[in-house]
């Protein structure tokens, strides 16, 4: 059984306000010297067998069509 | 001739599929009411996907929506030419289903806005809109989380360039839309998505006004005179 990790993040040119909202807080909390954070999703897939080519290209294909939105977001897919 | 008829999906966590045929039939014409789980659109004349949190608005507003199984068959009606008109959650499935281009994002003050918003038609000729004037202002309710339009320059362009933006806010804009965007068409201009409620807006005992019959007489005057 293999587990591969889909990271969906919002392309760098869409406003992220969250990730806005959670930077205006650090100073607040003490935390200097951070300029910027982005908030995404991680997603992790169990499969059945191993994580081989014909697998990742399987979970890359799902990661297009319904767990990132291509449109305003990117994915990276790697294996855990 | 028989009362046009419209088709109103609901999905699992729709809400307003109750309002929009109550708006369909003050406007003289015949709701049928459609389920998410059937592979029939039941010969219906245009369809409306009516505002909720279809699905919970799980993973996205409208992402797990685009793949119920009635939706192969509005899409491919859609293709082909039959009027869809998306409210709220609407509007995010057709852009789920890239019926229409661009995306709904949170709004921009990440706080759900429910308030009586000011819109302007900037385009009185689609299928939904013929029967407002162009530039025209109606003030109709507005509510959602996710109701910041989203695209890429090149698409807003293109959009603004061949009249594609149906609606836009006015006075103020409640969710961060790039260009005030409030509601878009495709290029035939027989799919149009409106991120505020005029079905909200049909009565003058309930609504804020009765601005909102207009996007539900443009169908029915379409369908008698087609």
Redesign the interface.
Known sequence: MARVVVDVMLKP???D??GQ?IARKLPQMGYDGVVAVRQGKRFEVELEGDADEAALERVSKIAET??A?P??ENYEVRVL | MNAARVGIITFPGSLDDKDAARAVRLSGSEPVALWHGDHDLQSVDAVVLPGGFSYGDY??AG??AR?APLMTELVAAAGAGLPVLGICNGFQVL??SHLL???L??????HFVCRDQRLRIENADTAWTSDYGEGQELVIPIKNRDG?Y???RETLNELADSGRIVARYVDLNPN?SLDDIAGICNEAGNVVGLMPHPEHAVESLTGPSTDGLGFFTSIVKRLVNA
């Open positions: 040119e869409i406003l306000p969250q909202a319904l767990l939105n449109v305003i | 993973l996205r992402a797990i793949f852009c789920e281009p661009g995306a994002l949170p709004n921009a003050g990440l910041r989203t695209a890429d961060g």
